[in-house]
Structure formats: structure tokens, C-alpha cells
T-cell receptor, first 113, second 114 residues
Framework: DQQVKQNSPSLSVQEGRISILNCDYTNSMFDYFLWYKKYPAEGPTFLIS?????DKNEDGRFTVFLNKSAKHLSLHIVPSQPGDSAVYFC????????????FGEGTQLTVNP | GAVVSQHPSRVICKSGTSVKIECRSLDFQATTMFWYRQFPKQSLMLMATSNEGSKATYEQGVEKDKFLINHASLTLSTLTVTSAHPEDSSFYIC??????????FGNGTRLTVT
């Protein structure tokens, strides 16, 4: 049972344009969401997070939007840069579960120069 | 800089042998570490939660006798894949939680069982 789903395995955008990565979840107990970025043969690195009490969190070029009613979140990267090319994982957790995360399948983002 | 160190980064072993993977938290104490496994083009699947000084908590479907976890100190957790088989070939990643910050991950270990 995949509780966190990223339905797009890949996304390709032009440098300077906006990248939008999507994530859906089914577990209504999830109340904290994170995005991680992963390069090949490396572990994921934390990008940005959002608590369920918010609907938007922004950090530089990265913005995460949360729609609780739709159980949907998205990561916006603008402007996209070639160095952003990586696999992006959406993750979710319940406050009571400590640091135990449930990950989506990941989306391979390619930013073309 | 890196806050979680994982070693080795890559290991090739013969079927039937055991392999130990180390995960260290650098300059912070981690009472809890997590072990994940990733197959190609798939999600990171949580295998077990490693608790310092007590037994690990395994996820459903993960054989505790095959994937031995030891968390003997506040900065070190080890995962031993016992009697490895080709189907155990995968990318294993550990993570540790630092107070009031998101999970930090090691760089992973690519295990290939021949």
C-alpha cells in the first residue's frame, strides 16, 4: 500500500522556467511533509518541509504548497537551474511517529540548459 | 558538511557471505537511526528503526534474522546482511535524527551479491 505517491517518474524543463513536482498521499494522519533531493549513489538531502497547519512554505527558489483537503502537495522550483537535475522525493510523517518517514517513489527532474 | 557517515559506499560479496554496513552520526548523538533500502527507480523503503541500547524495530516483511541491526552507541548503528543472496543486492541507506531538524541521510551503500 503506497501511502505517498509521486505519479510522474520524470519531468524535463528548460533552464529558467518553473519546475513543478507533485505528490499525493492517502494517510490522513500525516501532518508533516518534506521534500528531499537525491543525486545518484548519494543519500537524500533535505530541501524544504511544511507542517499541516500551513498551506505554503517558501525558501529561496523552492516553495512547497500543501492542499490538505486534496491530500496533495507540490514543490515549485523557480527559476530552475541545471544543477537542480536530480531525483526528488516527497516524504510524509505523523507527528507521533517521531522521525519515521514514508517516501514516495521519486521524480527525476532534468533541467536543460 | 556531512552529518551522517555511511561505510562502505560499495561492496561486492559472494552469495552466502555476510556483509556489515556502518552508519555514524558525526558530532551529534542519535538515539534513533533508520535503515532504508532502495531498489532501482523505486521508493526508499524503511526496513527498521535502530534504537540505541535496545532491540531494533523491524518493518513488516523484513527478516530480523537476516538483517541484523546493532546500535551499541549513540553515534554508531550497524546493519549486517547475513547469508547474502543475489536478491539482497540493493542500495542501503541509513539516516539519523538530530534534535529539531529533519532526518539526515548517509550516502548509501551499494551492495552487489554475486
Amino acid at each position: 500500500d503506497q501511502q505517498v505517491k509521486q505519479n510522474s517518474p520524470s519531468l524535463s524543463v528548460q533552464e529558467g522556467r518553473i519546475s513543478i513536482l507533485n505528490c499525493d498521499y492517502t494517510n490522513s494522519m500525516f501532518d508533516y511533509f518534506l521534500w528531499y533531493k537525491k543525486y545518484p549513489a548519494e543519500g537524500p538531502t533535505f530541501l524544504i518541509s511544511i507542517s499541516s497547519i500551513k498551506d505554503k512554505n517558501e525558501d529561496g527558489r523552492f516553495t512547497v504548497f500543501l492542499n490538505k483537503s486534496a491530500k496533495h502537495l507540490s514543490l515549485h522550483i523557480v527559476p530552475s537551474q541545471p544543477g537542480d537535475s536530480a531525483v526528488y522525493f516527497c516524504a510524509a510523517k505523523e507527528e507521533t511517529s517521531g522521525s519515521r518517514l514514508t517516501f514516495g517513489e521519486g521524480t527525476q527532474l532534468t533541467v536543460n540548459p | 558538511g556531512a552529518v551522517v557517515s555511511q561505510h562502505p559506499s560499495r561492496v561486492i560479496c559472494k552469495s552466502g557471505t555476510s556483509v556489515k554496513i556502518e552508519c555514524r552520526s558525526l558530532d551529534f548523538q542519535a538515539t534513533t537511526m533508520f535503515w532504508y533500502r532502495q531498489f532501482p527507480k523505486q521508493s526508499l523503503m524503511l526496513m527498521a528503526t535502530s534504537n540505541e541500547g535496545s532491540k531494533a524495530t523491524y518493518e513488516q516483511g523484513v527478516e530480523k534474522d537476516k538483517f541484523l541491526i546493532n546500535h551499541a552507541s549513540l553515534t554508531l548503528s550497524t546493519l549486517t546482511v547475513t547469508s547474502a543472496h543475489p536478491e539482497d543486492s540493493s542500495f542501503y541507506i541509513c539516516s539519523a535524527s538530530r534534535a529539531s531538524s529533519p532526518l539526515h541521510f548517509g550516502n548509501g551503500t551499494r551492495l552487489t551479491v554475486t
